[in-house]
């Protein structure tokens, strides 16, 4: 005979008390089972009152009942929880990065949601009696988050369900009753509906920025390659030209030689001529002298007198001939022209060398010159906003986070990692790359900042104020003089001040500089350096300051 399929569902067997599957299972006279031990830890409570209840019927007993185990029940608890386990797949269990169910026991179950009133996550087993009881139906639920606790007011552990348009923030409804009593507030549904829409616009914004940095890039690209081809050009040119000087010098060189050689050839063979001569000379008056000393030693007169008057003719009657040998005079002449060809052509060359431009037209391209005009500035206009974040304690925004002000009490803001516990500072939500320009109005004193995004928040050390670390570069503003500081060194600048103050960062070229904005636009300050990381601009303020970030006009 086939055995018979009765479908058995999980939440049948669940205790009523821990929502989990029956452990070591007991029943009330009633009929309710429940796990020993919890059945046993709600009575325990009701040992004062003598008298003991069933926590679903609420059906009393007296005295306590002897609880025993209900086996056939347990048999079927234990069949049931290998079913469950062989059937359920390995994803129901939280992970890495899941949210853990908080009522599981043992391995807990991935949470599907997370209810705002319990501040609580749950699986879907235990998420039931969100469903089912009418207490729980009206509890807010969610998707399943690790940190339900930002949610809750940290002054008065209450949800947060509010949002102080007035402050830019979320509140609960006591904090609108105390800090923000009449402040233009909202639901959070209404203003993130109203949101939305502008999140639409910002996108929309943000993709047209990416298309015309994609279009710049591609520009950028272009410029480079051009770059490239132009400069193996240029290389390939100066090789040839050099080449041909080279070659041409050589040449000279040849025809120098050649004439070189052709005057010691002129010389050697005129004094060859010479030499022969001379040697034929000396020959003949050798022969002279042997006849002149025989006929000395001869005894006949008459031949003596013969003799004497012919052999006495060749001497010292004829002059020699003039001997004159060129011996340098001309080679120096060669030479002397030539060190001084070299002097003028060394001249010539340095001269003509230094005329070339530093720059090639197509870099000064790609690295354009700093705009002067207010109108060339303002095309590189960033909209910033400030991050509540960051923002210390002390310091109050408002107006869409565009304006902060130093506040003498202290600001219900939630603990954040990136907030500033010790100096009234805060960041902006915007990085700064590329070309970027802002403007500020600012009043009392105030320290004008970009700073990268991992400079220090918590202390009071150096490492945590805008201007006295390697991470940061500020303008110390005041009504009656301007300095600058970075690395803790101070530069004190001898330029009036002024109540609005352009920024203007070419992160790429790594310029950083501070103008006084008025009819004409006036240079306070300018550095030259190498930004690594991207940069965020920040203020620092004192006890009456204010900074307004201005719209672009």
Not at 86 to 104: I, K, L, N, R
Not at 192 to 199: A, F, G, R, V, W
Not at 268 to 295: C, F, P, W, Y
Not at 321 to 329: D, E, R
């Amino acid at each position: 005979m086939a055995e018979a399929f009765i479908p058995v569902y999980q939440d049948q067997f669940s205790c009523p008390v821990c929502l989990d599957l029956l452990k070591d299972p007991v029943t009330t006279r009633c009929g309710h089972s429940y796990c020993k031990v919890c059945i046993n830890g709600c009575w325990d409570q009701e040992v004062e009152k003598g008298v003991y209840s069933c926590p679903q019927c609420r059906d009393t007993f007296t005295p306590r009942p002897v609880l025993l185990r209900n086996n056939m029940l347990a048999e079927v608890v234990e069949k049931l929880k290998t079913e469950v386990q062989a059937a359920s797949p390995a994803h129901c269990y939280a992970g890495p990065g899941d949210v853990e169910c908080d009522f599981c026991t043992g391995r807990k179950y991935k949470a599907v949601k997370s209810c705002l009133i319990c501040v609580a996550s749950f699986c879907e087993t235990h998420l039931k009696p969100h469903f089912e009881l009418p207490d729980l139906k009206n509890h807010t639920l969610i998707e399943a988050s690790s940190n339900l606790q930002e949610k809750i007011c940290s002054q008065h552990n209450k949800l947060m369900e509010i949002y102080c348009r007035t402050d830019q923030t979320c509140i609960c409804p006591l904090c609108m009753l105390e800090n923000h009593k009449g402040h233009d507030a909202v639901s959070l549904s209404a203003e993130s509906t109203e949101k939305q829409s502008k999140l639409k616009e910002e996108q929309l914004k943000f993709q047209q920025r990416i298309q015309e940095k994609q279009k710049k890039v591609q520009e950028l690209k272009q410029a480079v390659n051009m770059i490239k081809s132009h400069a193996q050009t240029a290389v390939e040119d100066s090789k040839r030209i050099f080449t041909e000087m080279i070659s041409f010098m050589e040449k000279k060189h040849s025809e120098v030689t050649e004439l070189i050689r052709a005057q010691e050839k002129a010389e050697v063979s005129r004094a060859a001529r010479l030499l022969e001569q001379l040697e034929q000379e000396i020959t003949d008056l050798k022969r002279r002298v042997t006849e002149l000393e025989q006929l000395s030693h001869t005894h006949d007169h008459i031949h003596f007198l013969q003799s004497f008057q012919s052999l006495c003719v060749y001497s010292g009657c004829e002059d020699s001939p003039s001997i004159t040998v060129h011996q340098q005079l001309s080679f120096d002449g060669v030479r002397n022209s030539l060190s001084d060809l070299k002097k003028r052509f060394e001249e010539f060359c340095e001269e003509e060398f230094n005329k070339f431009p530093p720059h090639a037209a197509a870099v000064q391209k790609i690295s354009p010159s700093e705009p002067t005009s207010r109108e060339d500035f303002l095309k590189y206009f960033c909209y910033l906003t400030l991050d509540p974040n960051t923002a210390n304690c002390k310091l109050c925004l408002s107006e869409k986070n565009r304006v902060v002000t130093c506040s003498v009490r202290k600001q219900w803001y939630s603990h954040h990692p990136d907030r500033f516990d010790s100096y009234r500072q805060v960041l902006c939500k915007e990085s700064v790359c590329g070309r970027c320009y802002w403007e500020v109005e600012w009043v009392d004193s105030v320290h004008i900042s970009v700073s990268y995004r991992k400079i220090r928040r918590k202390g009071e050390g150096k490492e945590c104020r805008f201007g006295l670390n390697s991470q940061s570069w500020t303008l110390c503003c005041s009504s009656s003089s301007l300095s600058f500081y970075h690395s803790d060194i101070k530069t004190e600048l001898s330029v009036p001040s002024s109540s609005r103050i352009g920024v203007y960062v070419d992160h790429s070229a790594g310029n950083l500089s501070f103008y006084g904005v008025s009819d004409k636009m006036r240079l306070i300050h300018r550095v030259h350096t190498t930004f690594t990381q991207p940069l965020y601009a920040g203020f620092g303020l004192y006890c009456k300051s204010t900074v307004r970030l201005c719209d672009q006009k």
